[in-house]
């Protein structure tokens, strides 16, 4: 059965950086995209950027420009994404979501990482 | 990209249908036919429900339709039970690979 299996949470100092990992098993990795969505306490879900396991290719929202970057080691199917200069704001549970086989949907989710950025 | 709006709850009695409504714009949701839905319960990832406007996956309830008229999409949930209640998030592909969520909308059912 398909899973995603998120790394565990982390809490962080303002203007650290992080480094998640979301690994996929169950189907062949190089064939699906995975995409990161963040969620703040209390909050509604916010898209963060997408990543194509068989190339590397990512594509990032405007919003995260210059402080993400998703990685993929396709030797264990595991996708990595990195957030830099953290701030408070950044503390949020993260998700990563494989892109369903009709394509513009999310069809597997991850567990999800807690991430809290505190001094 | 601005999230898609919602309204913050709706509620219905058991058996009842409840609609949420997704309010985007010609760059999203009206572009064309790529929104889905998502549940979520309390302290759960989201869950697929709709995708494509009006596709359900292999697993999800009949209860949950989709449909969509203009920059707008919607969720319809039929026959309203108790584990209905939970928030439910829309979703559109917006351009370039970016996609933007609605604000979220908590079901209640009473």
């Known amino acids: 059965q398909v899973q995603l299996v998120q790394s565990g949470a982390e809490v962080k100092n303002p203007g650290a950086s992080v480094l998640l990992s979301c690994k996929a098993s169950g189907y062949t990795f190089t064939n699906f995209y995975i995409h990161w969505v963040r969620q703040a306490p209390g909050q509604g879900l916010q898209y963060m950027g997408i990543i194509r396991p068989s190339g590397g290719a990512t594509s990032y929202t405007q919003e995260f420009q210059g402080r993400v970057t998703m990685t993929r080691d396709t030797s264990t199917s595991t996708v990595y994404m990195y957030l830099s200069s953290l701030r408070p704001e950044d503390t949020a549970v993260y998700y990563c979501?494989?892109?369903?086989?009709?394509?513009?949907?999310?069809?597997?989710w991850g567990q999800g990482t807690l991430v809290t950025v505190s001094s | 990209q601005s999230a898609l709006t919602q309204p913050a709850s709706v509620s219905g009695f058991p058996g009842q249908s409840i609609t949420v409504s997704c309010t985007g714009t010609?760059?999203?949701?009206?572009?064309?036919?790529?929104v889905s839905w998502y549940q979520q319960h309390p302290g759960k990832a989201p869950k697929l429900l709709i995708y494509d406007v009006t596709k359900r996956p292999s697993g999800v309830s009949n209860r949950f339709s989709g449909s969509k008229s203009g920059n707008a999409a919607y969720l319809t949930v039929s026959g309203l039970q108790a584990d209905d209640e939970a928030d439910y998030y829309c979703?559109?592909?917006?351009?370039?690979?970016?996609?933007?969520f609605g604000v979220g909308t908590k079901v209640v059912v009473l």
């Open positions: 010609s760059s999203d949701i009206g572009a064309d036919d790529h």
């Open positions: 979703c559109s592909y917006a351009t370039s690979f970016t996609y933007v």
């Open positions: 979501a494989r892109e369903g086989p009709e394509t513009y949907n999310f069809d597997y």
